[in-house]
């Protein structure tokens, strides 16, 4: 369950030291996190396999990447996807109070929430790729992946050129000047686009050439567009 802290929670590879690459390999069910980075800058995970975890939803989470302050990391070119028996992570890249990390390139299929949730500011979300759940998923009464596959809580994220469908949309919250800009949402349910703060907080926000279609799975829609 999550208990502990960013310097405690279980990982199969913790990484404390600036400049850490991890290519090529495939991770498979770890206890809790599959690579933490933390505290540290300039890590580099690019082109793995990322598969397994629980086969039914719990919040307690199950994370494939998942980053602890540093930033600039490079995440790109991961592929996250259910094992043989419906294991899947809930999280698949994670990251608190990490900014200026580049997000590229990664598919998700079926991700019990998101792909992406980044608790930082200063962070590019582009090209990625979430092929959501058409079918209720274990361990829940919801219908499909419709909730955000896409979410920022900071400033100055951009979220741009993604792809989704039955996966949801994208969300900014806590902060300002967030661009959400040339994304493709299909079949998403929820709110397409959101940005959720207080008062003016959300200055400066850009929402711009986005298409968000209405979900077609049985009991789904979008409440709202843009929210």
């Known amino acids: 369950v999550n208990t502990g802290t960013d310097a405690t929670i279980p990982a199969l590879v913790r990484v404390t030291g600036d400049y850490f690459t991890l290519t090529g390999l495939t991770i498979d069910t770890p206890y809790k996190t599959g690579v933490h980075l933390y505290a540290c800058s300039y890590g580099k995970i690019v082109d793995n396999n990322f598969t397994g975890g629980p086969t039914a939803y719990s919040d307690t989470a199950y994370f494939g ?12 070119n991961n592929q996250f996807y259910p094992d ?5 992570y809930v999280q698949c890249i994670f990251s608190n109070g990490s900014d200026k990390c ?45 909730g955000t ?17 039955y996966g949801g949309g994208a ?21 397409g686009i959101a940005v959720v703060a207080s008062s003016s907080v959300f200055d400066y926000t ?8 209405c979900g077609d799975i049985a009991g789904v829609y979008v409440s709202n567009g843009i929210l």
């Open 65 to 76: 990447v998942r980053t602890y302050n540093g930033g600039n990391h490079l995440i790109a």
């Open 84 to 88: 043989a028996g419906g294991g899947m």
């Open 102 to 146: 580049v997000i590229d390139g990664n598919i998700a299929t079926k991700p019990y929430e998101k792909l992406v949730y980044l608790v930082s500011s200063y962070n590019l979300v582009t090209g990625n790729m979430v092929i959501g759940s058409t079918t209720t998923i274990a361990g829940t009464n919801t219908a499909g992946t419709v």
């Open 149 to 165: 596959v896409f979410r920022c809580d900071g400033n100055n994220n951009k979220i741009i050129g993604n792809y989704s469908i």
């Open 171 to 191: 969300t900014c919250r806590l902060g300002g000047k967030n661009d959400i800009s040339n994304n493709t949402f299909f079949n998403c349910g929820q709110s």
């Open 206 to 213: 850009t929402i711009r050439n986005n298409v968000i279609t």
